[in-house]
């Protein structure tokens, strides 16, 4: 089936720190999504992206819906520690209702 | 939060049992969704409901069936419960011209 690949798989941040993220895809989509996952709960959507080249924020976060539509990318500003968890991209093409998932980026603190 | 309630929330079966997960929820959405996470595979698509009574298959739909006779109510089912099937599984709503998912707060099963 298709797939989203997410980058990094994992990352490490020191507060402060901006990070980035990625999700690229060998097709086309015509929304993307940024979902965040704490440990024990479900996906809470962050961001929505419905055109190319979109660029939107929420707070310290920021996503870009890229040209190509076939990636898009997620940054967080000045993390803090509660910006540890899982993000997830989604992506949804024009037929259908059924969401597409990259594998997640684990986004941990450094000791 | 939106009102999605999934149970149970945590499980243990035996393999070869039937098994039965429960979403409900309060929004009068159309749409409904079971997934699985698992380590590595991040959420992947088991089926998927696009009105009561109307249901059609993900990508990992071996193993499971669902149904829906009510739009409040989206059950999923393990017939014959494996091992492999040990994960933990996040029913997701949307609704009628948006493409925002909301999901549940998952329902960890362990198949031993």
């Known amino acids: 089936g298709q797939q989203l690949n997410q980058s990094p798989q994992s990352m490490f941040i020191q507060e402060g720190e901006d990070v980035s993220m990625n999700c690229t895809s060998s097709?086309?989509?015509?929304?993307w999504l940024w979902y965040k996952q704490d440990p024990g709960e479900g996906p809470v959507l962050l961001i929505a992206?419905?055109?190319?080249?979109e660029l939107t924020s929420n707070g310290r976060l920021t996503a870009q819906f890229g040209i190509t539509r076939k990636d898009s990318f997620l940054n967080i500003s000045a993390s803090i520690p509660s910006d540890v968890g899982i993000y997830f991209c989604?992506?949804?093409?024009?037929?259908?209702?059924?969401?597409?998932f990259g594998g997640g980026t684990r986004v941990l603190v450094k000791p | 939060d939106a009102g999605i309630t999934q149970s149970p929330r945590h499980k243990v079966t035996e393999t070869g049992t039937p098994v039965t997960l429960r979403c409900h929820q309060t929004?009068?959405?159309?749409?409904m969704y079971w997934y699985r996470q698992d380590p590595g595979h991040g959420l992947r698509l088991i089926h998927y409901?696009?009105?009561?009574?109307?249901?059609d298959k993900g990508e990992v739909s071996d193993g499971y069936s669902v149904s829906r006779s009510k739009t409040e109510d989206f059950l999923l089912t393990l017939e014959s419960a494996t091992s492999s099937q040990t994960s933990v599984y996040f029913c997701?709503?949307?609704?009628?011209?948006?493409?925002?998912?909301?999901f549940g707060q998952g329902t960890r099963l362990t198949v031993v």
């Open positions: 997701a709503i949307s609704d009628t011209g948006k493409t925002e998912a909301f």
């Open positions: 097709s086309i989509f015509n929304t």
């Open positions: 992206l419905y055109k190319a080249g």
């Open positions: 989604a992506g949804l093409k024009a037929a259908g209702n059924k969401l597409t």
């Open positions: 929004e009068n959405h159309r749409y």
């Open positions: 409901s696009y009105g009561v009574k109307d249901t």
